[in-house]
């Protein structure tokens, strides 16, 4: 049986007298690629913002690699990507290799120099989302898909053993979007980095992830597509054509439902 990653048991949260996340119970092992979703409102940020230690609930409980939240301390171990609109100024003067060097920091007690690890570290992760060639360029210079695989690279210079990621294609193309999807898996599939992928976009995250959690301020369904594919309860709750759109299963067979 896989590590628990994240342990979350009966959480509630509360912005003033609304709840917003209503008992949510959920586990994630090592390598899942758990596609977070659910419609505006529904919780998601605020459940990320929880799982960082950002925001605080007002009852349950969060492990991440078995340790309770409120004890852990080894954030070098966890990567995270926010929306880049939220997160980012265009005009900071700052290069490509600057950027990804800046991930490295979770690691260190004092900032210091960087060492031939971390050079090289840099250049992995360069490498990896094959931008080598931009390296010395100015950030701001960037379009929307290479600042993206910037972003990425400095969330994953430091090698996490889990990624947290929000909305990260919503400002993308569809062709960058789908590239951009195919190195999560590849980190996912090669490097067994746990991956939890919060989007809008539940027609297409079962093309990629392994797990699906719904979120409407409660767990509406966790666990996989198979398994979401298979539900009663969620072709009552979405209807059979969308249910069989989401779980992308069996695409060559979509025709089949459209008239159920």
């Not at 949260?13 to 690629?33: C, K, M, P, T």
């Not at 003067?93 to 007690?109: D, Y």
Request: aromatic fraction near 10%.
């Amino acid at each position: 049986m896989p590590l628990d990653i994240l342990s979350v048991e009966g959480l509630r949260f509360r912005y003033n007298s609304i709840e917003v996340l209503s008992d949510l119970s959920f586990r994630i092992g090592s390598g899942d690629y758990v596609g977070l979703v659910g419609p505006n409102g529904s919780g998601k940020t605020t459940l990320i913002r929880v799982i960082l230690g950002l925001a605080y609930p007002a009852g349950g409980r969060v492990s991440l690699f078995g340790k309770d939240l409120a004890e852990f301390r080894e954030w070098h171990r966890v990567g995270y990507l926010p929306q880049r609109i939220a997160s980012f100024n265009p005009f900071f003067p700052a290069t490509v290799r600057e950027i990804v060097g800046h991930g490295l920091l979770s690691k260190k007690r004092f900032v210091k120099r960087k060492s031939w690890a971390d050079r090289e570290a840099i250049r992995k992760a360069l490498g990896f989302l094959d931008i080598c060639d931009i390296e010395e360029s100015l950030i701001g210079e960037l379009s929307g898909g290479q600042q993206q695989r910037v972003f990425l690279a400095r969330a994953i210079v430091h090698e996490p053993e889990l990624l947290i990621l929000d909305e990260p294609t919503a400002a993308l193309d569809p062709e960058t979007r789908e590239k951009f999807f195919t190195m999560l898996a590849e980190l996912n599939e090669k490097k067994n980095v746990t991956i939890i992928l919060v989007t809008h976009d539940i027609g297409s995250i079962g093309k990629y992830a392994s797990k699906l959690l719904y979120l409407d301020k409660k767990i509406i369904f966790f666990g996989s597509f198979a398994d979401f594919c298979l539900s009663d309860e969620m072709m009552g709750y979405f209807g059979a054509y969308s249910q069989h759109m989401i779980c992308h299963r069996h695409d060559s067979e979509k025709h089949r439902y459209g008239s159920d």
